[in-house]
């Protein structure tokens, strides 16, 4: 069965990887699944086609025969459990593994996203510059747990997993903050993840879209 998924028409970021599709991307990359690639436009993504996909009306989705699925996290648990490559075989490291993906988006990525709404669209905002170092510092504080955890280990928890995948590319979002160079063992460990040729292959075909370019070999 053909797996299909959504992507933006033109992304926000302009093909810079930030875009959840890329995620998902990256897992099937990792996986050695092929996919084929829908993309909807702002204007597509109320409609109600898309809307009985994705009932907020957000990107990605995730089409596989009778099988319809929404949320990043999710799709890439089910692909991560269904095919070889980004979760250990091992019961307890498997878990473990899961565990990373739920704090890579349950913990780390709502301040970073925080840090988003409070420069763009919170910006114009009497109290904007009063919360901001707020929200930076409450980002710094999870980087500084993390970096802890992480130590000089190549990875979160032994090889890489879709615990990776998912924080790599939460981390992603920072880099233009100049936060995460603060960390460098946490710069070098998001390098490490954007060096998997999977990830490049997913990043190049998500940038493809939005430049019009065809992805390298």
């Known amino acids: ?20 599709d890329t995620r998902v991307r990256w897992a099937l990359e990792e996986a050695g699944q092929p996919y084929e690639v829908r993309l909807v436009s702002f204007a597509a993504m109320k409609q109600p086609t898309h809307l009985a996909l994705h009932p907020f009306g957000q990107i990605p989705t995730y089409e596989e025969g009778d099988l319809a699925m929404f949320e990043t996290g999710a ?3 089910h692909i991560a459990a269904r095919h070889a490559g980004l979760l250990p075989d091992d019961a307890c490291a498997r878990a473990r593994a899961i565990t990373w ?4 988006l349950n913990t780390v990525e709502p301040p970073i996203l925080d840090l988003v709404t ?3 669209l919170e910006a114009d905002k009497p109290w904007a510059r009063q919360r901001l170092p707020l929200v930076i510092d409450r ?5 500084g747990q993390l970096s802890a955890r992480l ?14 995948l998912m924080m790599v590319s939460v981390l992603l979002r920072l ?3 100049g936060i995460l160079d603060e960390f460098p063992d946490l710069a070098a460990y998001v390098a490490r993840g954007e060096a998997r040729p999977a990830y490049r292959r997913a990043f190049e075909a998500q940038l493809a879209v939005n430049t019009g370019k065809a992805p390298t070999a």
């Open 175 to 177: 880099r233009a903050s």
């Open 75 to 77: 799709i890439v648990l």
């Open 139 to 143: 980002i710094r504080d999870r980087l």
């Open 101 to 104: 993906m739920f704090a890579a």
């Open 118 to 120: 409070a420069r763009i």
């Open 1 to 20: 069965m053909t797996i299909t998924i959504t992507a933006f028409e033109r992304s926000p970021d302009g093909g810079k990887g930030l875009a959840r």
């Open 151 to 164: 130590g000089d280990a190549d990875w979160l928890d032994g090889a890489f997993s879709a615990g990776d």
